[in-house]
């Protein structure tokens, strides 16, 4: 394992660190203390906004909020603290993502809220990733936006210059990442004064890239110019969230955040844990109820003067409000939680990295897993000389296997081709017919580091090739088991529980076994093995061997358990739903009696409450949902 790896590039962490490791800077003779960022536990005060959760939507919108012109007080509340403080440099180093973030894999996470979902009787197994991908979703997913929540300016030309606001492009560096390598991308996509958020590829490709992408080519997938100009059918590589130049992750902390802090009188209240929003006699958002966590807890105010914006996070944003619902609604209702299980309905999307950070939609991955004839990232895990030469190269010239992610050097997307379509029912057919017509029903890429037997040798390579639903029609549901934001909601996300998934993966696996052929770089698959051939097998064994990673995004339609002529059940109800949006469904018309929010992400039958980050979607878009996020 890379564990002795970490240590070795520990003083390569505070070199890119950009926070003032002393604690102050001196520019034109005027002192700036760091610690003038940062709140003070336990005192009250107030903001003209304060964001709940500093993710991927929280410090993004914080940033652009603290850096007006018009000179706007903003605080970011945070359950966590620095990533890169108390995780070493596992989140700074790309080649580090498929290690994930916990030490040991039988302990808890410093940096992850370690969900765990209730035992599944279809999917058996599930874990949570970080995303660091970038792609954009499609034309035609944004105009079904627009369309659903009755707003035209969600169309793809009017969102497209905010895909190209946020991100800062760096092309590929090919004297690092070596001669021969094709990476095709569309310079349109970005703007020359976009950013602070660093976007390129990385400065490295395994030797089984470009054997990939012709495999991909000849199963029939075209080639375009990049994955970030509204079409996504085709292959091409990804752009990662990364600085080429330093050769490390760059995320919204790195660049939004810092970036604020750096420029703004942003204020952050790290290691806090918002516990209630406040609202005033006329139903307006006038603060949030924190507590620092620390040797002792702080319990203090955060007052808004013009809104409170929620972006806690999938799971996080469930409970917040429930504390506000449950003390009000009568004693009835508060000694039956049940009502609420059959009343809120999560409905789950269920893909791979398909849809950024705690829940990042219900994304379902299936990873097959062939061995090489070409490297592959497992020596990273096994090969000690391999990883001091990959730490070699990444120390001193930013490049090699350590500066990349070690996945999407290649990524496919395509609707279901013939013959496979032909396998499908009609009933599944017709539910696909539904989606648009250049919207992916399946996500093809691969893994760098992939299972090997226990007898492998330190020098074989093995890599997993996976596929993820693009276009799932399974749902699960979530409900709470206290009011307490502490406590993690129950998750069941029920995936493969659909007919049409179930057939949908079955012809996915097929495609890359076919893909696998194709490329002429497998020499034999290990996972799930050749004696795996049947529908029926196939099914089982993506049922016991699939996993959750990143792009949690929903639907968060509510069904009224309670008369509108009651203003304070109506109220309190729409106030829990509201923390249920990371999902489709939060979003929608005046007229649609189960949308949360409208389409200015603004809680209906309140005032000063906002939800931003990807609860707020009225569906999940294709593509990856970090840069419709930020």
Not at 97 to 122: C, N, R, W, Y
Not at 159 to 169: D, G, L, R, T
Not at 380 to 397: G, V
Not at 438 to 464: C, H, K, M
Request: glycine letters at 10%; a negative charge; proline letters at 6%.
């Amino acid at each position: 394992m890379l564990f002795h790896s970490l240590l070795a590039l520990l003083s390569f962490s505070s070199l890119v660190l950009s926070l003032p490791v002393i604690g102050f800077q001196i520019r034109d003779g005027v002192t700036s203390l760091l610690g003038n960022s940062f709140g003070v536990p336990g005192v009250n005060r107030s903001f003209d906004y304060v964001i709940v959760g500093g993710g991927t939507a929280g410090n993004t919108v914080a940033a652009r909020l603290a850096q007006d012109p018009a000179g706007y007080s903003v605080a970011v509340i945070e359950a966590g603290s620095f990533y890169d403080l108390e995780n070493g440099n596992r989140t700074q180093v790309p080649g580090y993502a498929f290690l994930g973030m916990h030490p040991e894999t039988v302990k808890e996470s410093l940096v992850e809220f370690d969900i765990v979902t209730q035992p599944q009787p279809v999917v058996l197994r599930a874990g949570l990733r970080q995303e660091t991908h970038r792609g954009s979703g499609t034309v035609g997913s944004f105009q079904r936006w627009a369309d659903i929540v009755g707003d035209q300016s969600y169309t793809w030309d009017n969102i497209y210059p905010y895909y190209k606001k946020s991100a800062n492009f760096t092309p590929p560096n090919f004297d690092k990442i070596g001669p021969g390598v094709d990476i095709p991308y569309d310079l349109e996509a970005f703007s020359s004064t976009g950013g602070p958020l660093q976007v390129s590829y990385g400065n490295y490709q395994w030797p089984y890239a470009g054997p990939l992408g012709d495999g991909l080519a000849k199963i029939g997938l075209k080639k375009i110019p990049g994955l970030n100009s509204g079409s996504l059918i085709g292959y091409a590589p990804i752009t990662s969230t990364v600085d080429p130049k330093a050769g490390t992750r760059s995320t919204s902390e790195t660049s939004f955040l810092q970036s604020a802090i750096e420029s703004s009188t942003l204020t952050v209240y790290q290691s806090t844990m918002a516990k209630k929003i406040l609202f005033d006699e006329n139903r307006e958002a006038v603060g949030v109820n924190v507590e620092a966590q620390g040797s002792q807890n702080w319990e203090y105010t955060l007052y808004a003067n013009k809104e409170v914006i929620i972006s806690a996070g999938t799971v996080s944003i469930y409970n917040l409000v429930a504390h506000r619902l449950l003390k009000e609604l009568s004693g009835i209702l508060r000694n039956c939680l049940w009502c609420l299980e059959l009343d809120l309905r999560l409905r789950l999307r269920n893909s791979i990295f398909r849809s950024s950070l705690f829940w990042k939609e219900s994304v379902k991955t299936y990873g097959l897993s062939y061995q090489l004839n070409v490297t592959g990232g497992s020596q990273l895990n096994t090969n000690p000389e391999f990883q001091a030469q990959a730490e070699e190269d990444y120390l001193t010239s930013q490049s090699g296997p350590l500066s990349a992610i070690g996945a999407g050097e290649v990524i496919g997307w395509e609707k279901i081709p013939q013959p496979n379509r032909g396998l499908l029912s009609n009933a599944t057919l017709e539910f696909l017919a539904g989606f648009p017509s250049d919207w992916p029903e399946l996500e093809l890429l691969p893994l760098a580091v992939g299972p090997s037997p226990p007898n492998a040798s330190i020098t074989d390579n093995y890599v997993a090739l996976g596929f993820g639903l693009m276009a799932p029609n399974s749902r699960g549901n979530m409900t709470i088991s206290s009011v307490d934001t502490d406590v993690l909601p129950v998750i069941s996300p029920n995936h493969l529980i659909s007919v049409a998934d179930q057939e949908v993966a079955v012809q996915a696996v097929l495609r890359v076994r076919a893909w696998a052929a194709a490329s002429g770089v497998m020499v034999s698959e290990y996972l799930p093995g050749v004696d795996v051939q049947s529908n029926e097998e196939i099914l089982e064994w993506l049922r016991e061997n699939g996993s959750i990673i990143w792009h949690a995004s929903a639907s968060c339609k509510s069904r009224s358990l309670f008369s509108s002529s009651s203003l304070h059940y109506s109220l309190s109800s729409l106030l829990f739903w509201s923390v249920l949006t990371r999902l489709p469904g939060a979003m929608g018309r005046d007229a649609d009696p189960a949308a949360v929010l409208d389409s200015k992400a603004r809680v209906r039958g309140v005032s000063g409450l906002r939800v931003v980050d990807a609860s707020a979607f009225p569906i999940l878009v294709p593509g990856h949902p970090v840069a419709t996020v930020c």
